[in-house]
């Protein structure tokens, strides 16, 4: 319930969700232990992975877009886990004026990306990985794009930028 509704900041958030965390609450589940084992629970590999992809993160001359990449060879030198990619397309989300945050992470098959994509609502998301064969929610979805990490960095970037026209 935690991290598919943000910690019940998304808009997938409704009473109902409120309820069912309670009735947990009730039968002992400690929010606290939770949030904790969550979100402030990471591996040195994983911390150092974060630190990597931050170096690659770029926005647009409109500080509308951002994004960064997540290479084999930063999991390589990091010994971090693809698991370990999971919160790192937050970061470029929480910038200020950013309303589309892109993660291209580079997958143990050759030539191929998988892409998240994440907005803030203003932009639908969902519409935008359908254009790659892929889908998710209006504010969170992904695709896999088959290409060298550059080129689907061109491609992706290229159709990101048209859902503001």
Request: hydrophobic share 35%.
């Given at each position: 319930?935690?991290?598919?509704?943000?910690?019940?900041?998304?808009?997938?958030?409704?009473?109902?969700?409120?309820?069912?965390?309670?009735?947990?609450?009730?039968?002992?589940?400690?929010?606290?232990?939770?949030?904790?084992?969550?979100?402030?629970?990471?591996?040195?590999?994983?911390?150092?992975?974060?630190?990597?992809?931050?170096?690659?993160?770029?926005?647009?001359?409109?500080?509308?877009?951002?994004?960064?990449?997540?290479?084999?060879?930063?999991?390589?030198?990091?010994k971090a886990s693809l698991?370990?990619?999971?919160?790192?397309?937050?970061?470029?989300?929480?910038?200020?004026?950013?309303?589309?945050?892109?993660?291209?992470?580079?997958?143990?098959?050759?030539?191929?990306?998988?892409?998240?994509?994440?907005?803030?609502?203003?932009?639908?998301?969902?519409?935008?990985?359908?254009?790659?064969?892929?889908?998710?929610?209006?504010?969170?979805?992904?695709?896999?794009?088959?290409?060298?990490?550059?080129?689907?960095?061109?491609?992706?970037?290229?159709?990101?930028?048209?859902?503001?026209?």
């Amino acid at each position: 319930i935690m991290t598919d509704t943000g910690s019940f900041r998304y808009s997938n958030t409704s009473s109902k969700t409120h309820r069912i965390a309670a009735e947990l609450i009730d039968i002992g589940v400690k929010p606290y232990e939770m949030h904790t084992k969550i979100y402030e629970t990471s591996s040195v590999q994983d911390t150092n992975l974060l630190g990597e992809s931050l170096q690659t993160m770029k926005l647009t001359e409109d500080g509308k877009i951002a994004w960064l990449w997540v290479t084999k060879e930063m999991l390589k030198k990091t010994k971090a886990s693809l698991e370990g990619t999971e919160g790192i397309i937050n970061f470029a989300r929480s910038i200020d004026g950013v309303e589309i945050a892109i993660l291209f992470r580079e997958t143990g098959t050759e030539d191929r990306v998988k892409v998240s994509f994440r907005s803030k609502g203003k932009v639908d998301v969902n519409k935008l990985a359908g254009l790659f064969g892929g889908g998710g929610h209006p504010t969170a979805s992904g695709c896999t794009v088959f290409g060298k990490i550059e080129d689907v960095e061109k491609k992706v970037l290229e159709k990101a930028k048209e859902m503001f026209k």
